[in-house]
């Protein structure tokens, strides 16, 4: 059995992608459950404090590809790893 990670991230979301269910997308597009924490999204900026749930690797990997989608990714210092 594959070991589960709980990581934290504060996403920053540029004007054009703000409108976007990007969170939503990443959630399908990789094996990662997305739990929105807090968030505050406006008409032109957002961001969002999100816990990602699976194995690291694929943890990763849809860190990368929230990065490709122009977000702004950095670790919330209480990730907790169980």
């Known amino acids: 059995m594959a070991h589960v990670s709980h990581l934290r991230f504060h996403i920053r979301f540029p004007e054009d992608t703000v409108r976007q269910p990007i969170i939503y997308q990443i959630g399908r597009e ?3 459950v997305t739990d929105v924490r807090r968030a505050d999204v406006r008409d032109t900026t957002g961001w969002a404090d999100v816990e990602f749930s699976g194995e690291t690797a694929e943890i990763e990997r849809a860190i990368e ?3 490709k989608k122009g977000c702004s990714v950095d670790p919330i ?3 907790v790893v169980e």
Request: glycine content about 12%; charged content about 20%.
């Open 30 to 32: 990789y094996n990662v």
């Open 65 to 67: 590809g929230l990065r």
């Open 77 to 79: 210092e209480l990730n």
